[in-house]
Each structure stands twice: as C-alpha cells, then as structure tokens.
T-cell receptor, first 116, second 115 residues
Framework: GAVVSQHPSWVICKSGTSVKIECRSLDFQATTMFWYRQFPKQSLMLMATSNEGSKATYEQGVEKDKFLINHASLTLSTLTVTSAHPEDSSFYIC????????????FGSGTRLTVV | AQSVSQHNHHVILSEAASLELGCNYSYGGTVNLFWYVQYPGQHLQLLLKYFSGDPLVKGIKGFEAEFIKSKFSFNLRKPSVQWSDTAEYFCAVNAKSTGRRALTFGSGTRLQVQP
C-alpha cells in the first residue's frame, strides 16, 4: 500500500534555530500534501495544504513566514519551522493524497519537535 | 465551517465487550467520512471510509461504521474488542462540495481495553 515516510521522528532544537521536517511519498505521486499539528491529547489541526509546484495555502492563524512549506516535487514536501520557540513544540504530521479524495490519504508517522 | 464531534473522550472496556464510538459532523452537503486509528507511537492508519453507497461500511480488524445522514453521524462499532485495540481513534470528514480537500478531524477517543 501507499507509504509516506516522515523524518525526523523527533528533534530537539534550541530556541531561535530552524528545523526542517521532510515528508516523502515512497510509492506514489502525492499531488497534494497536508501538514497538521497535534497538541497533546488533542486532535490534528490543519496548518496548510500544498500542491506540487504551487504555493501552500495556510489555514487562518498559521504564520506562513514561520512555517515554510515547500512541495517542489510529487514525492517530497518539507516543513521548515523558522526561528523556533518553545510554544512551537508539538507533534507535526504530514499527509499525502494522490488525486481526488477518493484515493484517500496516507499519513506520515509524525515528528515530535521540542524547542528548548 | 465544518466541524467534527467525538463525544467519548476516553473509553475503558474489558476484552470481548462491544464498542461504539460516536462521531457527529456539522456540514449540510455531501461528505466523505473516515475513521482512523493511532496506536501508541505509530502513525494514523485508516480503519474504514465512506464515500457513497451502502451506509454500513466494513473496515479492517472487524470494525464497521454506519453513516446516518439524517443524524449527521458516522459511529464506529466493533462487536468484541481485544486488548490490541487499545489506541486513539479519530473520526474525520471531508466536505466534497466545498472543494476543500483537507480532512477535518474530531478530537479523538482514547480506547483502553483491559485484559
């Protein structure tokens, strides 16, 4: 079945530094990637939607200059948390879709970011 | 905006007990509906999905869900749970006619099955 590889699985960084999270579709072409954030014991909150070769569409309240999303190819999307602060500590999950929603969604295993 | 409600936040059952987790959504148009499971330390896995047709959907691991349009509900059921079903369960909705492709998730239900 479809697999999405997300790296790193966890990362600790110092406040003020930037962190890049990669999300790769291994055996299919992901025309659309979704980035979610999950706080402890809460649901997944959509941060942004990106289509290959286009600028990402950010949800209301998500700072696009802080959370840089690149979707340069059909198999790779990256999320860069710039100038990270402790409040950015969270679990970030990517999800990839092949085409229309009838193809479903495949999720990465998530990245636990801790900013100290 | 669409929203998804999961009223059971934490459910504790004994093995072999029956399970029903509630999911209600607020959107009047056509929807795609999903149930995902997240085992500890693992990624979200699709249990089942409903796009159209028979409102009773069967998924993996003995789970099923019933779409009741009049009640805006998509409850998840399993007749007999196992210890290995201990996990977090998320209901999700995609509103087809909005053109919005992302999923909206419920807050999740933590299921704990005691041996």
């Amino acid at each position: 079945g479809a697999v999405v590889s997300q790296h790193p699985s966890w990362v600790i960084c110092k406040s003020g530094t930037s962190v890049k999270i990669e999300c790769r579709s291994l055996d299919f072409q992901a025309t659309t990637m979704f980035w979610y954030r999950q706080f402890p014991k809460q649901s997944l909150m959509l941060m942004a939607t990106s289509n290959e070769g286009s600028k990402a569409t950010y949800e209301q309240g998500v700072e696009k200059d802080k959370f840089l999303i690149n979707h340069a190819s059909l198999t790779l999307s990256t999320l860069t948390v710039t100038s990270a602060h402790p409040e950015d500590s969270s679990f970030y999950i990517c999800s990839a879709s092949q085409g229309n929603t009838n193809y479903g969604y495949t999720f990465g295993s998530g990245t636990r970011l801790t900013v100290v | 905006a669409q929203s998804v409600s999961q009223h059971n936040h934490h459910v504790i059952l004994s093995e072999a007990a029956s399970l029903e987790l509630g999911c209600n959504y607020s959107y009047g148009g056509t929807v795609n509906l999903f149930w995902y499971v997240q085992y500890p330390g693992q990624h979200l896995q699709l249990l089942l999905k409903y796009f159209s047709g028979d409102p009773l959907v069967k998924g993996i691991k003995g789970f099923e869900a019933e779409f009741i349009k009049s009640k805006f509900s998509f409850n998840l059921r399993k007749p007999s749970v196992q210890w290995s079903d201990t996990a977090e369960y998320f209901c999700a909705v995609n509103a087809k006619s909005t053109g919005r492709r992302a999923l909206t998730f419920g807050s999740g239900t933590r299921l704990q099955v005691q041996p």
